[in-house]
Nanobody
Framework: QVHLVESGGGLVQPGGSLRLSCVPS????????MGWYRQAPGKQRELVAR???????NYLDSVKGRFTISGDNGKATVYLQMNDLKPEDTAVYFC?????????????WGQGTQVTVSS
């Protein structure tokens, strides 16, 4: 059973940067969309950024201009570069990779990686 392996989380001071990575543990078919979500304590999970196989991206308003999503849909690998981090970015971040096709569709979630922004 394939699962997604996340890395790159940690503790960083306000204004700092982190880069999250999400890689499948085995070979899977190409994805049609990949994204990052986050969930802070007591809050609902929210979409942070998403990228499609065509290269279209969308971002949560509060991270626009600070976060950049990138990836390789052929390898179902996705990254999130986070700059100018703020305390309100503190949350567990989850990657999501999906294949929305009629042949062998799938959806996988990462296990979550903690990002803490604090001085």
């Amino acid at each position: 059973q394939v699962h997604l392996v996340e890395s790159g989380g940690g503790l960083v001071q306000p204004g700092g940067s982190l880069r999250l990575s999400c890689v499948p543990s085995g070979r899977i078919l190409s994805a049609t969309s990949m994204g990052w979500y986050r969930q802070a304590p007591g809050k609902q999970r929210e979409l942070v950024a998403r990228i499609t196989s065509g290269g279209s991206t969308n971002y949560l308003d509060s991270v626009k201009g600070r976060f950049t999503i990138s990836g390789d849909n052929g390898k179902a690998t996705v990254y999130l570069q986070m700059n100018d981090l703020k305390p309100e970015d503190t949350a567990v971040y989850f990657c999501n990779v999906a294949r929305a096709t009629s042949w062998r569709p799938y959806e996988y979630w990462g296990q979550g990686t903690q990002v803490t922004v604090s001085s």
